[in-house]
């Protein structure tokens, strides 16, 4: 059996030079302020769901998650957002069905604006979501600076 030399050396890395510039890890830019806008979040999977709520609740939104499609409906008439963002692939019913009961809606309810989140990000699935009624669409896994900025564009979009 042959091992490492018991005087052997590991190289070392050079360490860094410090300076006020560099005393301090580089800065993320900042995520878009979602301060003051009530957001729908709507997912049948616990974990996307919760990940979503931290990411939008962190960036200033007051948000109001959903389970399904039919509570989302339930939800949707008593917290009145100024965005929802939905899932598409939802077991009971899907993103699609649930986008054509909120577009079939009177106004405000039926204009809110709406982000397709999917694992789906094809071209031709793009032109769906924009078929059934989202204003926008958005790949998984979603970036949480893409998502604040996408809802913060879409609430400004609808507040003109």
Same mark, same amino acid.
């Given at each position: ?8 050396? #590991?190289?070392? !890395?050079?360490?860094? +030079?410090?300076? $006020?510039?560099?005393?301090?890890? @580089? &800065?993320?830019? *900042? ?19 919760? #990940?979503?709520? !931290?990411?939008?609740? +962190?960036?200033? $939104?007051?948000?109001?998650?959903? @389970? &399904?499609?039919? *509570? ?35 106004? @405000? ?52």
């Amino acid at each position: 059996m042959v091992g490492l030399p018991v005087h052997a050396v #590991l190289p070392q !890395l050079e360490e860094p +030079q410090t300076s $006020a510039a560099s005393s301090h890890p @580089p &800065s993320r830019p *900042a995520c878009a302020s979602l301060e003051g806008l009530r957001v729908l979040v709507v997912d049948d999977e616990a974990d996307a769901r919760d #990940l979503l709520e !931290l990411v939008l609740s +962190q960036a200033g $939104a007051k948000v109001m998650p959903a @389970p &399904s499609a039919a *509570a989302a409906v339930e939800t949707l008439l008593l917290f009145q957002p100024d965005v929802i963002v939905s899932d598409i692939g939802m077991a009971d019913e899907d993103g699609y069905a649930f986008m054509r009961r909120v577009r079939a809606m009177a106004e @405000p309810l039926g204009a809110t604006p709406a982000v397709a989140l999917t694992a789906y990000t094809r071209n031709e699935d793009k032109l769906k979501a924009a078929a059934m009624g989202f204003s926008a669409h958005l790949g998984k896994p979603v970036n949480p600076d893409d998502l604040t900025a996408l809802v913060a564009k879409l609430a400004k979009r609808n507040a003109e």
